[in-house]
């Protein structure tokens, strides 16, 4: 009996096969498959979410550690246009998959880990954005502050003024986000061209203050031979792929309502490493003329703002928390909250894994990990990607290699079908994770293996992706291609 219906690359339940799902312990009006209406964002939509995402705080400030290690500037924007061109691929990978489908990542996790293993990943996901949530909501918290303190004095004076805007500002953080990603879409085309042109205008306002591109551009690095670039290129094109590997990872959430998949593919591919790479000139230039005007360089925008007058304070506080608020609700709220969903889908909505995601984002201190940037960007980034990288080699061979683009909607919705495994885990999936993690994490013990670690992402994705694939050749829950042809009709 056919279950699916596939038409122009997009596959959908059929009426009846919706009907019977409703009635399972799995079923969640978030985890649900797209309807072919609800498949509606095109190109544009995309392009408009990835502006607003890289054009934030840690965005411009990257390029700051790089110089800082010794790279001029040209070789610290080759770096981050290559190492976001690297993550497109993933990205891209993952995200037809998304499209394809119409379903969120914790339902494509069920099918790589089972049931109950899907809580693996999830939740390794989710603790990985709530500590980004908490960190893009104490950077636009500071900015607002910064503005409040010099527009109006007496907030100065103010005790904890600091500590109340951010519990404040993560309030409205929470609020927008737990709306749900289609209810916040006209907040991304609007505030996401204002935020773009507000980037633009600062890059204007340095090149007419600093009469030129400043003193930055025409300084030398210190990794003049090609062992010692090396040596440090590795490492900075690593904390680049880790930067967006995460979303990349999670990338279905966005693109299960793409139209098509050239639509997302078009939204996505020029806007992600040309507007990285654009933030990171304009920081460039910018941080140079700060040098030449006020005789220090000023890498944090906020810090900048007030050297401004008050009308630019205020302006410019409110496209620091625009910008912060399009990171957050977009990039690292969805993931911990969709996987506080999964935990109970029948009991616990997006909106409480919001709340929840909040909550956490408290524990993990923001201001804390960000009393040192660069021990964040280098230390904190490159461990993140001993978690992401596994897993995302586990998505990516599970769906091109492993299942070769097959996949039964109707049963990611039965527990004891055929994505259930031992129990609801994937032994195969457990162990392919373990070892992605376990040998890049050896390099942190052994100093002649820290290659590994300083490129833990790479590595724990290559090493999951094969034990995945040779792991997985010959199981139960594959589908022939005329098991897929059996429940599928095409249009």
């Given at each position: 009996?056919?279950s699916?219906?596939?038409e122009k690359g997009?596959v959908?339940?059929t009426?009846?096969a919706?009907e019977r799902?409703?009635t ?5 009006e978030?985890?649900?498959p797209?309807?072919q209406?609800?498949h509606?964002?095109?190109a544009g ?6 502006i607003g995402m890289?054009?934030c ?5 990257m390029?700051s550690?790089?110089l800082?290690l010794g ?5 610290s924007l080759?770096?981050i246009?290559l190492g976001n061109?690297?993550v497109?691929?993933?990205?891209l990978l993952?995200?037809?998959a998304g499209?394809k489908?119409g379903?969120p990542?914790p ?5 790589w880990?089972?049931r109950?293993?899907s809580h693996?990943?999830t ?21 607002i502050?910064?503005m409040?303190?010099?527009?109006f004095?007496?907030?100065d004076?103010e005790?904890s ?5 951010f ?5 409205v953080?929470?609020?927008l ?7 916040i879409?006209s907040?991304?085309?609007i505030a996401?061209p ?7 205008g600062?890059f204007?306002?340095a090149?007419?203050?600093g ?7 025409s ?5 003049t ?6 040596k440090?290129f590795?490492?900075c094109?690593?904390?680049?792929i ?9 990338i279905?959430?966005?693109?299960r309502y793409?139209?098509s998949n050239?639509a997302q593919?078009r939204g996505?591919a020029?806007s992600?490493p040309?507007?990285?790479t ?11 003329v700060?040098i ?9 925008p906020?810090q ?5 007058p008050?009308?630019?304070?205020f302006i410019g506080?409110?496209v620091i928390a625009?910008?912060?608020?399009m990171?957050n609700?977009?990039?690292?709220l969805?993931a911990?909250?969709r996987?506080?969903e999964n ?5 616990l909505?997006f909106?409480a894994?919001?709340?929840?995601t909040g909550?956490?984002?408290i524990?993990m201190?923001?201001?804390y ?6 021990h ?6 490159n461990?993140?990607?001993?978690l992401i ?16 683009k097959?996949?039964?909607l109707q049963?990611?919705y039965?527990?004891?079908?055929r994505?259930?495994?031992k ?10 994770l373990a070892?992605g993690m376990?040998?890049?994490?050896i390099?942190?013990?052994?100093p002649?293996?820290?290659f590994?670690?300083?490129?833990a ?5 290559a090493?999951?992706g094969?034990?995945y694939?040779?792991?997985m050749r010959?199981?139960?829950?594959l589908?022939?291609?005329?098991d ?8």
């Open positions: 009996m056919k699916q219906i596939e997009i959908v339940l009426n009846e919706m799902i409703r399972s312990p799995l079923w969640n978030d985890f649900r797209c309807t209406d609800e509606s964002w095109g939509t995309f392009a408009s979410l990835w890289c054009v705080v840690p965005s411009y400030t390029a550690g790089f800082t790279m001029n500037w040209w070789q080759i770096t246009f061109v690297i497109l691929i993933p990205l993952n995200a037809s499209c489908f379903i990542y339902m494509f996790a069920k099918i880990f089972g109950q293993g693996i990943p939740l390794l996901r989710g603790t990985v954005s709530a500590g980004w949530f908490g960190i893009n909501t104490w950077i636009g918290a500071t900015a502050d910064d409040l303190c010099i527009v004095e007496s907030w004076e005790d003024h600091t500590m109340i805007i519990f404040e500002f993560l309030i953080n929470v609020a986000g737990a709306k749900g990603l289609q209810s879409r907040f991304i085309k996401s204002l935020v773009g042109i507000s980037a633009l600062l204007i306002w090149i007419s203050a009469h030129g591109l400043g003193p930055i551009l300084q030398q690095g210190r990794l031979e090609a062992g010692d670039f090396f440090v590795f490492p094109l690593t904390v680049v880790s930067f967006w590997a995460t979303v990349s990872l999670n279905s959430d966005f693109t793409g139209v050239k593919i996505q020029f992600l040309l507007t990285m654009a933030v990171a000139f304009v920081a460039i230039c910018v941080t140079s700060t030449a005007l006020f005789g220090e360089a000023i890498w944090y906020e900048l703002l007030v050297k401004f008050k009308p630019v304070i506080g409110v625009l910008s912060s608020i990171v609700v977009v990039a690292n969805v911990p909250a996987a506080m935990l109970y889908p029948r009991r909505s909106a894994g919001a709340m929840a909550a956490v984002a524990v201190q923001p201001w990990i960000l009393e040192n940037f660069n964040f960007v280098f230390n904190i980034l461990f993140f990607g001993v990288g596994p897993m995302n080699g586990i998505a990516l061979t599970d769906y091109w290699i492993v299942r070769k097959r996949i039964a049963e990611l039965n527990p004891n079908g994505y259930n495994y129990a609801g885990f994937n032994p195969h999936a457990i162990t392919s070892l376990l040998l890049p994490l390099g942190y013990v052994l002649e293996l820290s590994m670690s300083e490129n992402l790479m590595f724990g994705m090493i999951s094969v034990a694939t040779l792991l010959k199981d139960a829950s589908l022939s291609v005329d897929y042809d059996r429940i599928t009709l095409f249009r």
